[in-house]
């Protein structure tokens, strides 16, 4: 299979496996592969974390794998530094050491340990940093993945995921991921569990059932404080019917969302939404569809190519769409423009 065959094939599982690829990865993917050698054989099996952080990170890791010695064991080094860091994982400028909490606690069962590394609730959502590690050489495509429940004061609470990976070592895979929750209350200290039985081999067909639970304590309340809020009211409307309503633009530590509810829902076909546009001093913008229901939406700024400028006081957003194809992921020339311009001021946060 050669670099364009496999890089066709990536894009295409991600739709199979209902991800959703922001404006600019499909490019990543192409110039990664483009600069793979081509002596080298590709496995043709893709882990399945369900995520545009994950396919980058398969990416990136793969170019990674085939570079120079030297290359990869500084690449190993600078890796183990940052090991379980939030914010480096997330590609973040902002330190996230006032909210997160440093677990730091390992479980061994049929001979692979997990060790939780480090949490940050941010509102309705739980990010999580941790490493799997075995005996079992990795292969070059291959990485460890935990299937995770969250229960928050006894209730499980996690609705969905999504998360990058990569392997540190030949042993090991670091991951950050993080939770949607839903129908808990959040407010104040929360009793959380994180209950694994069953770490896959992705790459592989190695399915190990086990017991890899870690409970803790945790307080968002802080980070909810620090947080900005600015509330919106555009509404755009897609071809089949959908009606978004851009509701509240946030911002904090871990950078700047866009909520939006959804009326008149439909699935058939299905569109990924994108926000682009630029910002006062001309940087790039654009927020990615993060996930989506029947009811509502949230955006996350894409910083694939650097975080939004700090110095930056409005943005200038326009609502794209494009239908998922039935077999190809190329989907940049598809989007189209399916609402009006609009302006964030930034000096209205509060």
Known sequence: ?????????????????????????????????????????????LFRLGTV??????????????????????????SNTISSNISNLLGLQRNLDEYKTVINKEVTDNSITVKLNEVVLNGSELTVSYNINSSKKLEAMGSWHASNKVYINGKQASTGASGSAHNIDDYTTEAVMTYSLDKVDLNGDLDIKILCSQIELMGGNDAIKGSWDFEFRTNGNQLKTDTKELLLNHKFTLENGEEYTLTKYTDNSLGQEIYASISNSKRNPTYVVALRGIDNLGNK????????????????????????????TSLTLTPYAAILPDKSGEMNSEYYQVGDKFTIDLSLLK
Request: proline letters at 3%; one cysteine or more; hydrophobic letters at 40%.
């Open 1 to 45: 299979m050669d670099d364009k065959s496999f890089d066709e094939f990536i894009k295409g599982k991600a739709l199979e496996e209902n991800m959703l690829l922001p404006s600019g990865l499909n490019q990543k993917m192409t110039s990664t592969f483009k600069a793979l050698p081509k002596r080298k054989k590709y496995h043709t099996r």
């Open 53 to 78: 952080a994950a396919i980058l990170a398969f990416c990136v890791l793969t170019s990674i794998g085939f570079a120079s010695p030297s290359f990869a064991s500084n690449v190993k080094n600078i």
């Open 285 to 312: 913008v654009e927020f990615y569809m993060s996930r989506g229901g029947k009811e509502e939406a949230l955006f996350k700024v894409e910083n694939i190519d650097g975080n939004l400028n700090e110095n930056a």
